[in-house]
């Protein structure tokens, strides 16, 4: 397999460009940084084309801006996948809940079920699915993803069991804070929202009382209620519209009944 250095040598030599090239083309863009570490010296430049030397991140950047090739697949040269990055972080448990800042990526594996799929009956995939295609994550049920982020519930927050299980994936519709007060008949209807307070985030069903935003848990949590001033104490992110959870917690000796009840915020 050709090593990294030798297609960057490829994409250098198809441009037409010598060392000395490169070297004054670093120079410019080291100039624009306000950072010498963008500059390549000729030595260093053709170690990592001969020798297999890794550039650091700013040379790399600079050879990509020469070059006109994409940081992204030029770091997969090296054998960094970044579309690797959210199945790696969710195997890395945290206790906390917190936001995921990992923007979506190239594409995912969709089953396609057979034409005589009756889709509004639970069926298992495994087994009707005719072939794996592959969708663009843009066009996943048709939403626009610039308007979504999302949120892991840490492994040590109950608030939500067990609507929403530690260590769930959920996805947050931001344009969505306004928190409601009708328009639901039963648990499963109701919105839950997540929140940002004192540099750490929540989830949960939330009421306005006055001033005063109540986080409220499940009952079956056996969690108490936070309540927080608003909108000085804390941030509603937005409503959490989809999740993604395991049928057994990580933490399986961790129950509720086990977990005693915690104080109220204020």
Known sequence: MERPGERLKRERERLGLTYRD??????????????????IALSRLADIENKGTLPTIYRLYTLCAIYRLDFEEVLGWYGVDLRNLPPDALQIGLEETHLVHFRPRGQVPVPQPRADTDLEETSFLGHLARRWGKLPLAFLSGLDLRQYCYGVIGLCDFTMWPLLRPGSLVMIDVSTRKI???????EFERPIYFLEHRSAYMCGWCALAGKKLVV???????????????????????QVIGVAMPLESERRSARPSAIPAESPDR
């Open 22 to 39: 490169v070297g004054a083309a670093s120079q410019k863009i080291a100039a624009r940084r306000l950072s010498d570490e963008y500059t």
């Open 180 to 186: 409601a007060s009708t328009g639901w008949s039963n």
């Open 216 to 238: 409220e848990p499940h009952p079956i949590s056996r969690q108490n209620p936070s309540i927080f001033e608003f909108p000085s104490e804390i941030d509603v992110i937005g």
